[in-house]
T-cell receptor, first 115, second 116 residues
Framework: AQTVTQSQPEMSVQEAETVTLSCTYD???????LFWYKQPPSRQMILVIR??????QNATENRFSVNFQKAAKSFSLKISDSQLGDTAMYFC????????????FGQGTRLTINP | EAGVAQSPRYKIIEKRQSVAFWCNPI?????LYWYQQILGQGPKLLIQ????????DSQLPKDRFSAERLKGVDSTLKIQPAKLEDSAVYLCASSPLTQGNPEKLFFGSGTQLSVL
């Protein structure tokens, strides 16, 4: 079974700084997808960024980018020019490229952006 | 486009009582998921439907939890009888059915259950 581990329960940075959230995963599959989701106090999960394992190029979405290290099974999220609205829980998630499409989540990192 | 609708938003019950949650997915989405999110943890899949058939319910505590998706649209998750450890947020998500490519999941705002 796949597992996802986020080793940073909480992080805090000043507005406009850059912050990196860590995630490692374990799988024996070669075809899979990785995601970062944001969960604000409203509880709704919001997709931040996604990465296909077969792509070597790291995904980017505006201020959000990932560092995908397939051999090390590492998938970190970098948030540049952090904003107060980035304050939320962040979850790393794994989805197999085969069979039923279901997300396996990590434990989450609580990110606080301070003014 | 309307999102995934869930109700109620909050529910407080006493242990051994029963409770039901409702989910209305995005129109046309064939796949529906129920996740349980205990405080301080990531969501855990309870059950996955494709249309009105069950794809995965391996982590559903079947002695007390049940779920149905009639006519392949709305879904109801029930707990009977509830235990203290069932206190959690119950998230519903839906996604379109696409062969070969995973589509992103669209989540509702969840139901927060407190069992006293």
């Amino acid at each position: 079974a796949q597992t996802v581990t986020q080793s940073q329960p909480e992080m805090s940075v000043q507005e406009a700084e850059t912050v990196t959230l860590s995630c490692t995963y374990d799988t024996s599959e070669s075809n899979y997808y990785l995601f970062w989701y944001k969960q604000p106090p409203s509880r709704q999960m919001i997709l931040v960024i996604r990465q296909e394992a077969y792509k070597q190029q790291n995904a980017t979405e505006n201020r959000f980018s990932v560092n995908f290290q397939k051999a090390a099974k590492s998938f970190s999220l970098k948030i540049s020019d952090s904003q107060l609205g980035d304050t939320a829980m962040y979850f790393c998630a794994f989805m197999s490229g085969w069979g039923a499409q279901k997300l396996v989540f990590g434990q989450g990192t609580r990110l606080t952006i301070n003014p | 486009e309307a999102g995934v609708a869930q109700s109620p938003r909050y529910k407080i019950i006493e242990k051994r009582q029963s409770v039901a949650f409702w989910c209305n997915p995005i129109s046309g989405h064939a796949t529906l998921y129920w996740y349980q999110q205990i405080l301080g943890q990531g969501p855990k899949l309870l059950i996955q439907f494709q249309n009105n058939g069950v794809v995965d319910d391996s982590q559903l505590p079947k002695d007390r939890f049940s779920a149905e998706r009639l006519k392949g649209v709305d879904s109801t998750l029930k707990i009977q009888p509830a235990k203290l450890e069932d206190s959690a947020v119950y998230l519903c998500a839906s996604s379109p059915l696409t062969q070969g490519n995973p589509e992103k999941l669209f989540f509702g705002s969840g139901t927060q259950l407190s069992v006293l």
